[in-house]
């Protein structure tokens, strides 16, 4: 590699917003590491007793107020049945403890409680992004009761493919919310060396 070039890669680099580039990957690996910790142990989490309380008053609350919107919207009669709502068709559509979003809400405040910011903004905006994160759960499950009484075979599909991303797209959006916006960690536009020169 030539002296020209070796400068001319030095200045690109000189030119990357490397904050950025930083508090990204740290986002990615902090996803990832609490990813696998709550894989190693779900069955724990699942049984731990304020976990159980929370996800069955969410459930209570997905299994009554669904089919209160759903029945007059579409002009069903979709009846509950413990834990699971059961449509005109016979279909059953479950609650179970991975659609209460405790695992999106541990990572919400795990996640906003690690990065830098100041505290003031912190108390507003976690509660603010769990609220989002609740909002998105009833979404989700308002949408699977809608996508079985149309289209029930492709529900796998729908809970794998588009739930369960969006979930971290929303994550992501959030987290780029916070470093871009509120607590302006870091900026889209990184300081040329040119710029730092005037």
Same mark, same amino acid.
């Given at each position: 590699?030539?002296?020209?070039?070796?400068?001319?890669? &030095?200045?690109?680099?000189?030119?990357?917003?490397? *904050?950025?580039?930083?508090?990204?990957?740290?986002?990615?690996?902090?996803?990832?590491?609490?990813?696998?910790?709550? /894989? %190693?142990?779900?069955? /724990?989490?699942?049984?731990?007793?304020?976990?159980?309380?929370?996800?069955?008053?969410?459930?209570?609350?997905?299994? =009554? =107020?669904?089919?209160?919107?759903?029945?007059?919207?579409? /002009?069903?009669? #979709?009846?509950? %049945?413990?834990?699971?709502?059961?449509? $005109?068709?016979?279909? &059953?559509? *479950?609650?179970?403890?991975?659609?209460?979003? !405790?695992?999106?809400?541990?990572?919400? !405040?795990?996640?906003?409680?690690?990065? *830098?910011?100041?505290?003031?903004?912190?108390?507003?905006? #976690? *509660?603010?992004?769990?609220?989002?994160?609740?909002?998105?759960?009833?979404?989700?499950?308002?949408?699977?009761?809608? %996508?079985?009484? #149309?289209?029930? /075979?492709?529900?796998?599909?729908?809970?794998? @493919?588009?739930?369960?991303?969006?979930?971290?797209?929303?994550?992501? @959006?959030?987290?780029?919310?916070?470093?871009?916006?509120?607590?302006?960690?870091? =900026?889209?536009?990184?300081?040329? $060396?040119?710029?730092?020169?005037?």
């Amino acid at each position: 590699m030539t002296s020209a070039q070796r400068k001319g890669l &030095s200045n690109k680099i000189k030119n990357w917003n490397i *904050p950025l580039i930083i508090q990204t990957w740290v986002f990615f690996l902090i996803i990832l590491f609490f990813h696998l910790l709550w /894989e %190693n142990f779900e069955f /724990e989490i699942a049984a731990f007793r304020p976990f159980i309380l929370f996800s069955d008053a969410i459930g209570n609350f997905l299994l =009554t =107020t669904s089919p209160s919107i759903v029945n007059p919207m579409f /002009e069903v009669d #979709i009846t509950r %049945n413990g834990l699971s709502l059961i449509l $005109p068709s016979g279909y &059953s559509v *479950p609650y179970y403890f991975n659609l209460s979003g !405790i695992k999106q809400m541990c990572l919400i !405040i795990i996640l906003f409680l690690i990065v *830098p910011g100041p505290w003031i903004k912190k108390l507003w905006f #976690i *509660p603010v992004s769990l609220v989002i994160i609740q909002v998105t759960v009833f979404l989700r499950f308002f949408m699977v009761i809608v %996508n079985c009484l #149309i289209q029930p /075979e492709q529900v796998n599909f729908l809970l794998d @493919v588009l739930f369960g991303p969006l979930f971290f797209v929303e994550l992501l @959006v959030l987290w780029l919310a916070w470093i871009l916006l509120i607590a302006k960690t870091v =900026t889209l536009k990184y300081p040329s $060396p040119s710029n730092e020169k005037n």
